[in-house]
């Protein structure tokens, strides 16, 4: 079983930027596709970025050019630069990791609170 946990959330104006981090207690390096989600306030979660293990990368269209996702499997951590941020990004982000390709989202972590204000 590998543990999740989100960092970085926070409060930050709109145009400004935040870096979250997914520290895993495992290793990721066999890990298939490593991904952020997120949850807006009274919405359904939305897929907001993938990495997978082959280096493919891809986005949400409201988020493509402003966040970018990266994975370190040498430290067990994925990241996702989030730059000129807006009130419409404010969410709960959430990590996952999909272990065998063609399976479902696996581990989840916990969520990590990004609010953007206007």
């Known amino acids: 079983q590998v543990q999740l946990v989100e960092s970085g959330g926070g409060l930050v104006q709109a145009g400004g930027s935040l870096r979250l981090s997914c520290a895993a207690s495992?290793?990721?390096?066999?890990?298939?596709?490593m991904g952020w989600y997120r949850q807006p306030p009274g919405k359904q979660r939305e897929l907001v970025a993938t990495?997978?293990?082959?280096?493919?990368?891809n986005y949400a269209d409201s988020v493509k050019g402003r966040f970018a996702i990266s994975r370190d499997n040498a430290k067990n951590t994925v990241y996702l630069q989030m730059n000129n941020l807006k009130p419409d990004d404010t969410a709960v982000y959430y990590c996952?990791?999909?272990?065998?390709?063609?399976?479902?989202?696996?581990?989840w972590g916990q969520g990590t609170q990004v609010t953007v204000s206007s």
């Open positions: 495992g290793s990721i390096s066999g890990f298939n596709t």
């Open positions: 990495f997978t293990s082959g280096g493919s990368t």
């Open positions: 996952a990791a999909v272990t065998i390709r063609g399976s479902s989202w696996r581990y």
